[in-house]
């Protein structure tokens, strides 16, 4: 179809525009030289991924693909592990504190598991302190050499299921953030 006079100047497609197949609308306008105008609303395939669009909204779609940076992964790490702490009597409250870390920070899936894995260690430290301090008293009181072996051992295995916890949930919440 071969674009006239008669088509709007405002940006809007009418049914005598033309439509080309990179999403961009050729308003049919003439400049002097003969060439048409266009307006696009998207951008170009090769353009930069901070220029990508979400096309349902027109925003900038959430974690948009730009990598984080270590300062916020830190930050959001240490605020995700504070809440997974907090939130300690809650069943599975190291996955919320692992998902709250990994959809404040956003950035890419890498990031997602950088700032859970933070969040995990958050998390895994009060317990640790409590209970090293716990077998440290009790390592005084004349306990067998057995009982501090074996409190060593779930020590490593709740700080292993915090950890993973906490990473499962950054990669949770980063999914969450894509699809809010």
């Known amino acids: 179809m071969v674009p006239d006079d008669t088509s709007s100047t ?23 030289t003969g060439e048409t105008a266009s307006t696009g609303d998207t951008a170009a395939p090769d353009a930069s991924p901070d220029a990508r669009v979400d096309p349902s ?3 900038l779609a959430p974690g948009d693909d730009t990598a984080a940076d270590l300062g916020d992964v830190l930050v959001y790490g240490l605020v995700g592990g504070i809440a997974g702490s907090v939130l300690s009597f809650v069943p599975f409250a190291t996955v919320l504190g692992g998902g ?13 598991l950088k700032t859970g894995t933070v969040a995990g260690v958050v998390m895994t430290l009060p317990f640790a302190a409590v209970v090293f301090f716990l077998l440290f008293v009790l390592g005084f009181a004349g306990a067998p050499a057995e009982f501090g ?27 969450l953030r894509g699809q809010l």
């Open 149 to 175: 072996v074996i409190a060593l051992f779930v020590v490593g295995l709740a700080a292993a299921y915090t950890l993973g916890s906490g990473i499962v949930g950054g990669i949770l919440g980063h999914y």
């Open 10 to 32: 405002d940006g809007t497609v009418s049914a005598d525009d033309t439509v080309r197949t990179d999403n961009t609308v050729s308003t049919g306008d003439t400049a002097s």
């Open 57 to 59: 909204n027109g925003f």
């Open 100 to 112: 709250i870390a990994g959809y404040l920070c956003g950035g890419r899936s890498s990031d997602a």
